[in-house]
């Protein structure tokens, strides 16, 4: 890009069926003994709609967990580790069991993955899901070169404001201007 990025986009709303969270980098970061979980809020206002999320991640069930208690975060319905699969992202086999686990594989345009990782962006996109590419282990660079619909520095960045026919609408602030 070789400029400063400029994340001043101004709000956009989308409406998505359905949510699919990477874990670390993206609800949790754990990198250099640094441990802080990014807004809450934006599960809490899936749970209290009732709204179908999961987290698909390349960590182990027993790490997942681990943190998960550790934190005090919610724990999803839904759950695709790196046991889950053969293969791991940019393979789109878990985000796809991840909307296999919501029912929403006929609808996976109207899912959004929301990951930190350029092989994880990848795998959402081949999945057939809308993306937000968050940087927060990864270079701006590396985030857009995989493809996201959106760029963000982080979850801060994502809030729910309404619900209608089953779809949550959510404000995406702070964007990149790509």
Same mark, same amino acid.
């Given at each position: ?5 400029? =994340?001043?986009? %101004? %709000?956009?709303?989308? *409406? =998505? *069926?359905? =949510?699919? =969270? ?13 441990? /802080?979980?990014?807004?809450?809020? $934006? ?13 698909? &991640?390349?960590?182990?069930? !027993? ?12 724990? %999803? ?7 889950? +699969?053969?293969?791991? /992202? !940019? ?8 909307? #296999?686990? $919501? ?14 990782? %350029? ?29 996201? #619909?959106? +760029? +963000? /520095? ?14 949550? &609408? ?9």
């Amino acid at each position: 890009m070789g400029s400063q990025p400029s =994340f001043t986009q %101004p %709000p956009q709303r989308a *409406s =998505f *069926s359905g =949510f699919l =969270f990477d874990m670390d980098g993206t609800i949790i970061d754990s990198t250099a003994a640094i441990v /802080k979980h990014w807004h809450r809020s $934006l599960i809490d206002s899936l749970i209290a709609l009732s709204a179908p999320w999961a987290i698909v &991640t390349s960590g182990t069930e !027993p790490l997942v967990s681990g943190w998960l208690s550790r934190l005090s975060l919610a724990v %999803p319905r839904h759950l695709v580790t790196a046991e889950s +699969v053969a293969d791991g /992202k !940019p393979d789109p086999a878990c985000y796809r069991m991840g909307l #296999d686990k $919501l029912n929403l594989a006929h609808r996976a345009g109207d899912v959004v993955v929301l990951e930190d990782a %350029p092989a994880g962006i990848e795998a959402g996109k081949a999945a057939g899901c809308k993306v937000i590419g968050l940087v927060t282990s990864h270079t701006v660079d590396q985030v857009v070169a995989a493809g996201p #619909d959106w +760029v +963000v /520095k982080d979850l801060e960045s994502v809030r729910v404001v309404g619900q209608h026919d089953g779809r949550v &609408t959510v404000e995406i602030s702070n964007a990149l201007r790509l």
